[in-house]
């Protein structure tokens, strides 16, 4: 079990920095990486933009729960 929640921790480490990074900054972004400018008005954000933060946020909830798993079995 603590293999399992190590491995999970760094990958997740390293797919968490990945899915930052591909976030828009002050410019692009992965919009604009890949032909960005076709955006809805109301929205703000394209869907690839509302996917990655979606995959984002999934990514940091599996990172943190790695987290807290291997500091429980750490203390025991």
Not at 15 to 39: D, I, K, P, Y
Not at 43 to 70: F, H, M, P, Q, Y
């Amino acid at each position: 079990m603590k293999l399992f929640l190590q491995i999970l921790l760094i990958v997740s480490s390293v797919l968490l920095v990945v899915a930052v990074l591909l976030h828009r900054g002050r410019g692009g972004g992965l919009s604009s990486l890949f032909g960005g400018g076709m955006q809805s008005s109301l929205s703000g954000s394209s869907v690839a933009e509302k996917n990655l933060d979606r995959i984002t946020l999934l990514l940091g909830a599996v990172w943190l729960i790695s987290i807290v798993g291997l500091g429980l079995l750490l203390k025991v």
